[in-house]
Nanobody
Framework: QVQLVESGGGLVQPGGSLRLSCAASGSIFSISNMGWYRQAPGKERELVAAITTGGITNYSDSVKGRFTSSRDNAKNTVYLQMNSLKPEDTAVYYC???????????????WGQGTQVTVSS
């Protein structure tokens, strides 16, 4: 019913930048919080950034000051601008959105397929 399509991942050198995008589509009545998670090999998935409908953001301490999340509510799209990338940022990045699919429905979590971000020289 709801699809999250991510783009912008890839290979980048340390100190470089990438911009991830995630567009939600399908049976969407309303979208609440959106966010970015990542999972490195052998580690649990962790929250990277979260953003409310009004644009209030929260970041993991490990990315604070380097990453910036924003959203375009008219396009149902959330962004993650990643600057000063480090090798330890290497992970699969997942987009998340809390979506109501119809009026007076329930809020549910939806996830993107994940996009690989590799930071290496």
């Amino acid at each position: 019913q709801v699809q999250l399509v991510e783009s912008g991942g890839g290979l980048v050198q340390p100190g470089g930048s990438l911009r991830l995008s995630c567009a939600a589509s399908g049976s969407i009545f309303s979208i609440s919080n959106m966010g970015w998670y990542r999972q490195a090999p052998g580690k649990e998935r962790e929250l990277v950034a979260a953003i409310t409908t009004g644009g209030i953001t929260n970041y993991s301490d490990s990315v604070k000051g380097r990453f910036t999340s924003s959203r375009d509510n008219a396009k149902n799209t959330v962004y993650l601008q990643m600057n000063s990338l480090k090798p330890e940022d290497t992970a699969v990045y997942y987009c998340n959105a809390v979506v109501m699919t119809r009026a007076w429905g329930t809020w549910r979590d939806y996830w993107g397929q994940g996009t690989q971000v590799t930071v290496s020289s």
